[in-house]
């Protein structure tokens, strides 16, 4: 049973930073493609940033590209979204999502995925 938590959220003014964390349990650590999802009230969920688990291999969404970095920790199955610079319009609930992948090519933040984590609330003031 593949399970994600989420943490770390919060809320932060604009400029800050924030970092997300997933931890993740009950699948093979490579092979994977694990994102961050974003959803704010009345707009479509995005997504902002995919890891290819078994090379590292990033993609970010061009509305976070140079400010947002997803990483790993392969000793301790987290998945962490550094957020710097943030905007009021980055305030949503963040999601953590994990599928099994057969490359690089394809994890990126448009596929779909079979496991979600519940969310975690992000706030930025103006």
């Known amino acids: 049973q593949v399970q994600l938590v989420e943490s770390g959220g919060g809320s932060v003014q604009a400029g800050g930073s924030l970092t997300l964390s997933c931890a993740a349990s009950g699948f093979t650590f490579s092979g994977n493609c694990v994102a961050w999802f974003r959803q704010a009230p009345g707009a479509e969920r995005e997504g902002v940033a995919t890891?290819?688990?078994?090379?590292?291999?990033?993609n970010y969404a061009a509305s976070v590209k140079d400010r947002f970095t997803i990483s790993q920790d392969n000793a301790k199955k987290t998945f962490d979204l550094q957020m710097n610079n943030l905007q009021p319009e980055d305030a949503a609930t963040y999601y953590c999502?994990?599928?099994?992948?057969?490359?690089?090519?394809?994890?990126?933040?448009?596929?779909?995925?079979?496991?979600w984590g519940q969310g975690i609330l992000v706030t930025v003031s103006s």
């Open positions: 890891i290819y688990t078994t090379d590292g291999s990033t």
């Open positions: 999502a994990a599928d099994s992948t057969g490359g690089s090519y394809f994890c990126n933040p448009y596929r779909d995925f079979e496991y």
